[in-house]
């Protein structure tokens, strides 16, 4: 248990070098100075810098993901299906914004198989956004306009939210989701 306890730190860590550096910058010197440790100490939890990248964003993927295949299969509408999507956004910056930086920014650093499994994985949760949004249109119930520019407008706030709100001394978390959700859906005008 401790070995587990032991390795989630040096994630941790690692994610904040990363989102600070950026993948290819840090080293696992860097790491073990951070922490506070020879860096031969860091093998006895973890095998490579790329098990650690691919940790990170292989779970927040599969967390993504998750949620998602939630949210479609839900009998909710259009529209609160759209709010879902925001709030699991908000929720996985709120608790992982340092993982995040590598999930959209170091990805392309996976090794090919993790690679492949991620870039199928983001595939999924956009074309499932993209549907949700064309079935919306159809029914109705949001405004039709351009499909592609909904999606990528709404997908690329949600995605560098984590740049943005570790910055912000006073929103609060709820008046964060009650403000975006509006904002993204119902515009600004």
Avoid at 26 to 54: C, F, P, W
């Amino acid at each position: 248990m401790k070995s587990e306890s032991r390795k989630q730190e040096i994630i941790n860590a690692a994610s904040v070098l990363f989102k600070e550096k950026g993948y290819s910058a840090v080293t696992m010197r860097d790491l073990a100075k951070t922490m506070g440790i020879k860096a031969a100490s860091l093998y006895n939890h973890i095998q490579s810098k790329q098990e650690i990248l691919s940790t990170i964003i292989i779970e927040l993927a599969e967390e993504f993901i998750a949620g998602m295949d939630k949210i479609v299969v839900s009998d909710h509408t259009t529209v609160q299906k759209l709010e879902n999507i925001i709030d699991l956004h908000i929720d996985v910056t709120l608790r992982n914004a340092d993982g995040l930086a590598s999930l959209n920014s170091d990805w392309m650093h996976l090794e090919e198989e993790n690679l492949q499994y991620f870039e199928k994985m983001r595939l999924e949760y956009e074309d499932n956004f993209r549907e949700i949004v064309r079935k919306g249109v159809a029914n109705g119930e949001i405004k039709s306009y351009n499909i592609e520019i909904m999606v990528f407008s709404t997908l690329s706030t949600l995605r560098t939210l984590y740049l943005w709100y570790p910055k912000q001394q006073n929103i609060d978390a709820n008046i964060l989701k009650k403000d975006m959700i509006s904002v993204l859906l119902k515009g600004v005008v």
